[in-house]
């Protein structure tokens, strides 16, 4: 990367003087590169890929704009995005991030943005698809929060793992599941909570004041146990964190009986990413949810 020219591409971007001094490789993604640009006006992280991620970028940066819109939890501030010779660009305001903080607070904060409720006639969804890793996210709106994860969450998974070669039991088995949907949701209503969509352990910090930080969103309106559920599934949030967000937004009795049908879309993912043992676990998991309610 020639960064003088890029300097030039980011304040012709940002209409303003943009100077990188330096560059520094940040690790820690899987997808993207990305650095720590050192300027006069202070630190900046940018990710870089290739063209065709434009449209992650442009996604991602409406996601951390409505999170930050929310007033709820902390997440970079992101200045803006495009192409500089064939590569796509993001720019964020850089935060130095540590693994320690208060995971109490962290809770509440998660609960507080789960209280931004989006009230409409079809309130499930988000206003445009975004990803789920290299995922394409499909967000169309929904009145029924049921239908919603059905056929915008699980059945596209099902129809991808079909074309990386899963077994046609996984697929039968998943639309099984698909139409028995309702008995998950007797006894509960959720409502159309803002969502982070990707939240593990990965995806979430402290600043060096101890501020909890949220960052590569794949945000909609949905059910909040969704977060919760993926907050479980990968690991990185301790006792007290729950602690928290059940001070502010006590979860339904129920989440622990729906906990593995949220994480289903996730696991089937990661199948979908990167092949391997997550198939034998998707499909265990159909089978313990469709056991539990035969």
């Known amino acids: 990367m020639d960064w003088s020219d890029f300097s030039d591409t980011l304040s012709q971007s940002l209409e303003r003087d943009f100077h990188i001094e330096t ?38 940066a409406h996601n ?46 998660l609960a507080l943005m789960h209280h931004q409720i989006h009230r409409d006639p079809q309130p499930f969804g988000w206003f445009e698809d975004n990803y789920i890793g290299h995922t394409l996210q499909s967000n169309r709106w929904h009145s029924d929060w049921i239908g919603f994860y059905g056929e915008q969450r699980l059945r596209p998974q099902l129809e991808l793992a079909q074309l990386r070669g899963a077994s046609r039991s996984l697929y039968d088995q998943g639309v099984l599941l698909i139409d028995k949907l309702p008995a998950w949701f007797e006894h509960y209503l959720p409502e159309a909570s803002l969502l982070h969509g990707d939240l593990w352990g990965g995806n979430s910090a402290f600043t060096e004041q101890g501020d909890a930080v949220i960052f590569d969103p794949a945000c909609y309106y949905g059910d909040r146990e969704t977060d919760l559920a993926m907050t479980e599934l990968f690991g990185g949030f301790s006792a007290v964190f729950y602690s928290g967000y059940n001070e502010v937004f006590p979860l339904d009795a129920g989440y622990q009986q729906r906990k593995p049908l949220y994480n289903l879309y996730h696991i089937l993912n990661h199948f979908n990413l990167f092949g391997g043992h997550y198939e034998h676990q998707a499909q265990r998991t159909i089978d313990q949810l469709l056991s539990s309610k035969s």
């Open 23 to 60: 560059a520094a490789p940040v690790a820690g993604g899987d997808i993207h590169q990305a650095y720590r640009l050192h300027t006069a006006q202070g630190n900046f992280f940018v990710k870089l890929n290739r063209a065709e991620a434009l449209p992650m970028f442009k996604t991602e």
């Open 64 to 109: 951390l704009e409505a999170i930050a819109k929310s007033g709820s939890i902390l997440c970079p501030k992101p200045l803006g995005f495009g192409l500089h010779n064939h590569q796509a660009w993001l720019l964020m305001e850089y935060l130095q991030l540590t693994s320690h903080g208060d995971d109490f607070q962290r809770g509440r904060d």
